[in-house]
């Protein structure tokens, strides 16, 4: 019978094998980086509307071969409510974006057919598209949200949760925030996990190296059965290891006293 610390050790092993050749795997990567630049990015750059005491610290942008334009809103950091979950939380980011705990939401604009994308309430997406008004038709609910842009370029958005989800809608309680904007570089790709951030991903993981983390973990418990049904698990076999290891490291000794 195998004692039962062994079986948590094996559980925790297993744990951090997987997460850890996960998120190496998914790495810090450059891959995704858009370096192109427009003429438009200013023009359709949106507004956001955040409480007075949690606000962006600026927008980074990014453009597509396609003439696609997003906008990357940072936050320094997002809190929770609750203390513990909120501490719990920030320890799991850290390590999924490698200690950079900035928040970004992503503002979507293509300006050649007026449509946006942004994520509100559940990370549930929502598609629009600007009106010749300055209105906005929200596809998902196909509904018009009256004076939803300024100068029918600028989006409005507003935060509506604490992790800065956001909405067409006005919300009570938030101010518009001037905001300082720039083009993303390598450096800010790198340092904020973007690949990670834009990937399809499992908490952080990016999908295509759940393989590899799955091949890593499924290795190392062969190893361990292997080892168990050869018997080094059990105590008297630790035994012997320790006591072969102790009786080498004892002739080591004698030998190096005797060449002296």
């Known amino acids: 019978m195998v004692p039962k610390k062994w079986l948590a050790v094996w559980l925790l092993l297993n744990f951090f094998i997987f997460w850890l050749v996960g998120l190496t795997s998914s790495g810090y990567s450059l891959e995704g980086y858009m370096p192109g630049e427009s003429e438009k990015v200013y023009q359709y750059a949106p507004i956001v509307h955040t409480a007075p005491?949690?606000?962006p610290i600026g927008i980074l942008?990014?453009?597509d071969y396609g003439g696609n334009l997003y906008y990357y809103i940072v936050w320094e950091d997002e809190y929770?409510?609750?203390?513990?979950?909120?501490?719990?939380y920030?320890?799991?980011r850290g390590l999924v974006y490698g200690g950079a705990t900035q928040d970004i939401e992503v503002v979507k604009v293509n300006p050649d057919n007026g449509t946006f994308y942004f994520q509100t309430y559940d990370h549930t997406n929502v598609h629009g598209r600007f009106l010749s008004?300055?209105?906005c038709l929200w596809e998902e609910e196909n509904r018009v949200i009256p004076n939803c842009?300024?100068?029918?370029?600028?989006?409005?958005?507003?935060?509506v949760t604490w992790n800065h989800m956001l909405s067409l809608?006005?919300?009570n309680g938030t101010e518009r925030a001037v905001l300082p904007m720039r083009h993303m570089t390598p450096n800010d790709y790198v340092a904020l996990g973007m690949f990670r951030r834009t990937q399809k991903t499992i908490a952080g993981v990016a999908v295509n190296s759940l393989l590899l983390a799955v091949v890593a973990t499924l290795a190392f418990n062969g190893l361990m059965y292997v080892t168990w049904r050869k018997g080094y698990l059990t105590r008297e076999e630790q035994r012997k290891v320790r006591d072969?290891?102790?009786d080498g490291w004892r002739k080591l000794k004698e030998k190096v006293r005797g060449s002296k």
């Open 169 to 171: 809608l006005p919300q």
């Open 149 to 159: 842009t300024v100068n029918g370029t600028h989006i409005n958005v507003y935060t």
């Open 53 to 55: 005491d949690d606000r």
């Open 90 to 92: 920030r320890l799991f």
């Open 80 to 88: 929770f409510s609750n203390s513990l979950i909120d501490e719990l």
């Open 61 to 63: 942008y990014m453009v």
């Open 133 to 135: 008004n300055g209105s």
């Open 244 to 246: 072969a290891i102790m």
